[in-house]
């Protein structure tokens, strides 16, 4: 056998990386790491090849944290605005949102401050949604600023999430505050007799009041 054909033996049929297989690994860096511990030598360790191994795939480090943005693009679920009714659409996108955040909560702050631009799921889904928004009447210059407050509320309602079901609680301090530790204590109460999370309960009253208002603008607007 010559020394070329034994080369040619020797390589991989397929190959090592993929870029979702850098993806998933890039979540994992960011929930060991750190948002700020995040590098692609770290993510190379982690998939234990050599940085200019990822650049086959990405470009640099913001083209990889563009497309773990991506990935949490592509689980949301904005189909209710290209068939129905941009507000009853709020809903499934809403909780689909928080979800996705909810599921990788250390890459939060890492990818929801981040600009949009080039990466292309993102940018798909609010061309979806702002399409809904157009054609059921909001003024251009609203579209964007409604989408970034509902962004905003999914966002922090997914940092709550993460809090224990009593961080509001008083504590030792409950004597001097009675009427809110009576209130909390009842909050905390009534999401348990619903078999739902303070976190859930909280998301989904905000959320219904957010759509309520935002109804209430647009025949506002209309009248």
């Not at 190379?44 to 990405?58: D, E, N, Q």
């Amino acid at each position: 056998m010559t020394e070329v054909q034994t080369r040619k033996a020797g390589r991989p049929k397929t190959s090592v990386l993929n870029p979702d297989q850098i993806v998933d690994a890039a979540f994992e860096v960011v929930h060991e790491a750190g948002p700020d511990g995040f590098t692609l030598t770290r993510l190379a360790a982690k998939l234990s090849v050599k940085p200019p191994a990822l650049y086959h795939y990405f470009a640099n480090k913001d083209a990889v944290i563009k497309a773990m943005r991506g990935r949490l693009a592509s689980l949301n679920d904005v189909t209710g605005f290209a068939r129905g009714s941009w507000d009853t659409a709020i809903f499934p996108w809403a909780r689909s949102y928080r979800a996705a955040m909810l599921a990788f909560p250390a890459s939060i702050a890492l990818l929801a401050t981040r600009p949009i631009d080039g990466e292309e799921e993102s940018v798909a889904n609010y061309e979806t949604i702002s399409a809904s928004f157009l054609a059921a009447g909001w003024p251009e210059h609203e579209v964007v600023t409604i989408l970034v407050a509902l962004e905003s509320f999914a966002i922090g309602s997914a940092l709550d999430a993460l809090a224990p079901d009593d961080n509001m609680s008083p504590g030792a301090f409950a004597a001097d505050a009675p009427i809110f530790a009576a209130a909390e204590q009842a909050r905390r109460d009534h999401a348990a007799n619903r078999c739902t999370s303070v976190a859930d309960a909280s998301f989904e009253l905000g959320l219904a009041l957010m759509v309520a208002g935002l109804r209430m603008r647009l025949a506002e607007l209309r009248a």
